[in-house]
Structure formats: C-alpha cells, structure tokens
C-alpha cells in the first residue's frame, strides 16, 4: 500500500531535549516536504527536499533541520525545542517536484513542548 | 507571491442539504493546480477534489464539485446531500505548475470548519 509513514503521532517533551520525526515514503517520490498545521494559519511549509541530498527552507525552517540521505526518509529535527513549536506536523511527498500528480501526506505527527 | 483566502472560519449545514465553501486565490501564473482537501477529526488530509487551470469544465467527484472561476481567481467548493461525515476541516491549496528548478510548493488558505447538523 502507497503511502507515507511518519512516528511518532504523538509526542509530549521538554523545552531544549533534541528530537527527531521521522517520515518515510513506499513510493519512489522525488518530492518530499514537511508543514506545520496552527489553528488560524492553516498549513505551512517548514522545508523541503526535491531529491536526495536536495533541501531547501519553505516558509517558517527556524529552528529545525532537515536531512534527504536516502530517497524514502525525510525526518524533521528539532535540536533544541521550544514551547512555540507545538503544532501538528506533516510530512508529505509526491512523485517529481513537477508532477500533476496529487501530494500524499503522513497522519500527523502532535508534539507538544512543555 | 502567491496567497490563498478562505473567508468563512466556520460554516454549518443541516444533513442532506447543499453547502458550498468560498476560496479565493491570488496570483500572476496562468497555470496552476487547485485542490480542496478535507481534515476530518482524524486529522488526516485527504485529497478531496483537484483542478487543472487550464481545464475551463468545473471537476466533479460523486456529491463534491466546484466552481472554478479563473478570471474571478475563485474556487468553492460545493457539497450536495451533505452527510456527518462531512463535518471536518477544509483546506483550498494552491499550486504552481511552473515547473524547473523551483519549489512549486502547495499553498493553503487557513481553512473552514464545517459542521453537519442532524
């Protein structure tokens, strides 16, 4: 089954304690990006990755880090959390940066940082 | 740069009746994608229905349809027989079909919150 997996779907922690989101995806995408989903602000986008060893900051990358080593991982480090990067966050891909074809997204991963 | 307006926070709709959710974009490119995406209480985001600019006919998918009006820059987003599980969050997105060497990211308004009433 196609689709893009991403762990943890929750997470609680504290201000300063490195963490990591993984996401992965079955589907040879090309394309993978990550956003962040704030009542209000719908969805935004904190980097993305056309490629392997191709990343790039989307609107809102402070305080994060992005790594494309493989094709199908894309995960989402936050060296140093604060409390103003709780939110809900996707990861999403699609086949070429390009394509007509839809983006797929992960279910969400909740982090809340305390 | 590219912006997307959903002007209604929040809308409700009787069950079985017809709701239609309004989406607004800005932008200078004649050719894009337009999507409505809905996030049930799962959270999950779920392609609901996409458009192709160039594409003058209004994409249908079962009881979800728009109305894409290019020179307007609006898209709504129409539900008729509207069910419970329709209650959810929608987005309209916006993306470039520029393509090269860019990021032709999917842009989101801040969404609509839909209710059903039985």
């Known amino acids: 089954e196609a689709q893009v997996t991403q762990n943890p779907r929750y997470l609680i922690t504290v201000t300063g304690k490195k963490l990591t989101v993984t996401c992965s995806q079955n589907m040879n995408h090309e394309y993978m990006s990550w956003y962040r989903q704030d009542p209000g602000l719908g969805l935004r986008q904190i980097y993305y990755?056309?490629?392997?060893?191709?990343?790039d900051k989307g609107d809102v990358p402070e305080g994060y880090k992005v790594s494309r080593k493989e094709k199908r991982n894309f995960p989402l480090i936050l060296e140093s959390p604060s409390p103003n990067q709780t939110s809900l966050y996707f990861c999403?891909?699609?086949?070429?940066?390009?394509?007509?074809?839809?983006?797929?997204f992960g279910d969400g991963t909740r982090l809340s940082i305390l | 740069a590219q912006t997307v307006t959903q002007s209604q926070p929040e809308m409700s709709v009787q069950e079985a009746e017809t709701v239609t959710l309004s989406c607004t974009y800005d932008?200078?490119?004649?050719?894009?994608?337009l999507f409505w995406y809905k996030q049930p209480p799962s959270r999950q985001m779920i392609l609901v229905i996409r458009?192709?600019?160039?594409?003058?006919q209004n994409a249908t998918e079962n009881r979800f349809s728009v109305n894409f009006q290019k020179a307007a820059k609006s898209f709504s987003l129409k539900i008729s027989d509207s069910q419970l599980g329709d209650a959810a969050m929608y987005f309209c997105?916006?993306?470039?079909?520029?393509?090269?060497?860019?990021?032709?990211?999917?842009?989101f308004g801040k969404g609509t919150r839909l209710h059903i009433l039985p």
């Open positions: 990755s056309m490629n392997v060893e191709v990343t």
């Open positions: 997105a916006y993306r470039s079909a520029l393509g090269g060497n860019r990021d032709d990211k999917i842009i």
């Open positions: 932008t200078s490119e004649s050719d894009y994608y």
């Open positions: 458009q192709e600019a160039y594409k003058q």
């Open positions: 999403a891909s699609r086949r070429t940066p390009t394509t007509n074809q839809p983006q797929h």
